[in-house]
């Protein structure tokens, strides 16, 4: 089985390309989701996570993303510390899922914005970048999360350029708002299964 990873800058429409592969019937896992869940259910994590930012950093059992958020962006030491914590811990999730699939499964993706940036795609096979304009990019978010343009360029801050993620990357999807996803995905989906 190959291990795909799927991966872009914020906005840039990773989950909309992978929900394409999983309605072929492809096994996806969402690394955000995984890091979600640890946050709410390691304890060993949560407590490294209150020694770092706080005990604000969970409130009545549920970490405090926002409050999370705002101690680590403009913060690069405290990011840092908190990637250590919780990469680490997503990739081992993500292995043990990759190696519970039935065998004879052709592949498999993991969604990550930070494939590249975490380390995470040494542990890949092949690499699909989803590709976007930052214009496009920083409308979408402002659109998707309500948030000011000025946020959306501090979160793609801590992000590795698209031009240097291509260099690392096997296949491109373009998702510009012009070239058509489906066919993209298609057309992958039918290299993949063939590996």
Same mark, same amino acid.
């Given at each position: 089985?190959?291990?795909? @990873? ?18 072929? @019937? ?93 380390? @995470? ?24 999360? @309500? ?49």
């Amino acid at each position: 089985m190959l291990k795909v @990873g799927v991966t872009g800058n914020i906005g840039s429409g990773k989950t909309t390309v992978c929900r394409m592969f999983e309605s072929l @019937g492809v096994p996806v896992i969402y690394a955000d989701q995984v890091g979600r869940d640890l946050l709410e259910q390691d304890k060993t994590l949560r407590q490294e996570i209150v020694l770092l930012l706080g005990e604000q950093s969970y409130h009545e059992e549920k970490a405090d993303r926002a409050f999370i958020a705002a101690q680590v962006f403009g913060h690069p030491e405290r990011l840092a510390a908190l990637n250590e914590l919780i990469h680490p811990r997503v990739q081992q999730s993500v292995q043990i899922w990759f190696d519970s699939l039935p065998k004879e499964t052709p592949y498999a993706i993991e969604e990550a914005a930070l494939l590249i940036e975490s380390g @995470g795609y040494r542990l890949l096979d092949r690499l699909i970048l989803v590709s976007a304009p930052e214009p496009i990019r920083i409308q979408r978010v402002m659109d998707r999360d @309500g948030v000011l343009r000025h946020q959306v360029l501090s979160r793609m801050k801590h992000q590795l350029d698209e031009e240097s993620k291509r260099l690392f990357c096997d296949f491109v999807i373009d998702n510009d708002g012009d070239a058509l996803l489906l066919p993209q995905v298609w057309h992958l989906h039918q290299i993949l299964s063939r590996s």
